[in-house]
């Protein structure tokens, strides 16, 4: 009797053998925020410590006492936070732009292009040339009573307006991969708008994008070294008057240089790890 | 595979207004920034007729100016060549220890920001080889760095091309007695470099925007130039009529370029049956600033 058993105790049995799993405690929104609370510290940290080194708040500490390495650390915390600062900022200002083409409005669509094709057109420098030489010409004067607040306000500036067109690009492409299948079906089983966007494009569009947004913003980071010519006291501005003192070129330099791959390198290799986890196959 | 399409579908009749009415508010918005630029731009006296003609008085230092960017260009192009080309066939050696090698040069030579090295050359180099200072020139540090940093990103991409390559051609090659080198120069590295030139003219573009970092090294190249003439007092400071037209002359410049990267593309497809694989995407490699 125990091998032959009736349909409705097969039932059961399979019923039993696949019991849902008893449901998951709260703990793991909770630990979320917490990840989150903590990231935001330590980021404050970061952000504290790196505006001290670069400058622009004065404690009690000498710099003096560090004595060579005080222009490799004021160098790198002002490269550091500029490269934070112009991140943020083109990633927003990027991120308007892409939303600007993607509508179905023409003339924002227009724009926006127009402002990309210039962007890919002209070097940084000139842009530099406009913004640093500029603004102060048509009467826009930041930061008048701190010269240094005032040429990193503007080099963060350029490197924005430079900057969001090449991350719009990357947020444009990182569309593109989504099919249009994906959406029509969303639409097809009623989802509206903001659920179609929300629940099926930005997840897929999220894992194209990284890739090549991780690339700009190395880009971005490796031309921060051109605000040094405009009064900002970056990482590589301060090699020229090290080895003019004398200093052991290969040593500056070379200082510089393992400065500059560690924030590179470690960045490449997170997005691409990333880009092979989230590779989605079609 | 628009975009639009994945977003939005066709609009009805709402939608269709609402467009409407947010592209009315557009125009508003965009002419009265425009407009508001304009006034700050024309009462300052910054487009006055003054200016501009100061620039047209200058126009030979913009020629000199431009004649020296394609200098740079073109030197640090064939330059850039001939590292690539050395730097691939590093990359792809038989002895373990030399790809280490190779592939950890090309790694530090893309993770370094351009202007440091064309600073180690300028400010560097004479104070290493004292012998060699007369040779030091913005020029020379210009192009070494440009060549090292583009050779090197160019030789990423002609390792794709190389990888997108069938199989089949390296094994015909090795099966009728050419060794690797001989294989590589004159099978697959032609092929390569043809399926890859859309890429290569794309770099092309970011070269010629990277002689602007000539400025830095008081290398007298087009942003030099306008640099000058912003600061003549008897051109009356023409700041802003002389970095337009910079821009416009590199905007010439590089949208000719990208033509050419288009046309070439399109020629590609053409004649290659190859479909394109994920290896051969001219778009990653270059625009990314």
């Given amino acids: 009797m125990s091998m032959q058993q009736m349909p409705a105790q097969r039932e059961q049995t399979r019923n039993k053998q696949a019991a849902p799993p008893p449901p998951t405690k709260g703990g793991g929104g909770a630990k979320v925020v917490v990840a989150m609370v903590v990231g935001l510290v330590l980021l404050g940290i970061l952000l504290a410590l790196l505006l001290i080194g670069a400058g622009f708040f004065k404690v009690g500490f000498d710099f003096e006492r560090l004595g060579i390495a005080r222009p490799f650390v004021e160098g790198f915390s002002t490269t550091l936070l500029l490269t934070l600062c112009s991140g943020l900022g083109s990633v927003l200002v990027g991120a308007l732009l892409a939303v600007m083409a993607v509508s179905p409005i023409p003339v924002l669509v227009r724009a926006s292009s127009l402002y990309v094709r210039l962007m890919r057109n002209v070097p940084l420098l000139v842009v530099f040339l406009f913004v640093v030489f500029g603004l102060p010409r048509l009467g826009v004067f930041l930061f008048q009573d701190n010269p240094r607040a005032q040429y990193f306000t503007l080099a963060v500036i350029t490197m924005v307006s430079y900057t969001c067109a090449f991350v719009c690009e990357a947020i444009r492409s990182g569309f593109n991969t989504v099919p249009p299948g994906q959406a029509e079906a969303a639409r097809a089983i009623g989802m509206n708008f903001t659920q179609t966007l929300g629940q099926v494009v930005l997840p897929q569009a999220f894992r194209a994008v990284v890739p090549p947004l991780g690339s700009t913003l190395i880009a971005m980071t490796k031309n921060t070294a051109i605000a040094g010519g405009f009064s900002v006291a970056e990482a590589t501005s301060v090699s020229k008057p090290l080895v003019e003192q004398g200093y052991n070129v290969l040593i500056v330099f070379g200082i510089i240089a393992v400065g500059y791959l560690c924030i590179t390198l470690p960045t490449s290799r997170v997005v691409a790890v990333f880009e092979k986890k989230a590779k989605v196959i079609r | ?289």
């Fill in chain 2, 1 to 289: 595979m628009s975009a639009q399409q994945v977003l939005f579908d066709a609009p009805g009749p709402k939608a269709r207004r609402r467009n409407r009415i947010i592209e009315i508010a557009s125009y508003a918005v965009f002419a009265l920034v425009v407009a508001s630029i304009l006034y700050v731009f024309i009462s300052k006296g910054e487009l006055s007729a003054k200016k501009w003609n100061g620039v047209a008085l200058a126009w030979r230092y913009l020629l000199s100016g431009l004649g020296n960017t394609l200098l740079a260009s073109v030197l640090a192009t064939v330059a850039a060549v001939v590292v690539a080309v050395v730097l691939t066939a590093g990359r792809l050696a038989e002895a373990r220890a030399v790809r280490v090698v190779f592939t950890a040069i090309v790694e530090f030579f893309q993770g370094m920001p351009l202007v440091l090295m064309i600073f180690f050359f300028y400010f560097g180099f004479p104070r290493l080889i004292p012998a060699l200072q007369p040779l030091i020139s913005p020029l020379f540090a210009l192009v070494a760095g440009l060549a090292l940093y583009n050779g090197s990103v160019m030789s990423e991409v002609l390792r794709a091309g190389l990888d997108s390559l069938p199989k089949g051609q390296s094994e015909a090659a090795y099966a009728i007695g050419l060794q690797k080198g001989q294989a590589l120069q004159y099978v697959l590295l032609p092929q390569a470099i043809r399926a890859m030139l859309p890429s290569l003219v794309a770099q092309l573009i970011v070269l010629v925007k990277d002689t602007a970092l000539g400025y830095l090294v008081l290398y007298f190249e087009l942003t030099r130039a306008a640099d000058l003439i912003r600061s003549t007092y008897s051109l009356g400071f023409p700041l802003f009529p002389a970095t337009i037209v910079v821009a416009v002359i590199f905007i010439i410049l590089n949208e000719a370029l990208h033509h050419l990267a288009g046309w070439l593309e399109g020629r590609q497809r053409n004649i290659t049956e190859n479909i394109e694989t994920d290896a051969i995407v001219p778009t990653t490699v270059a625009d990314h600033g």
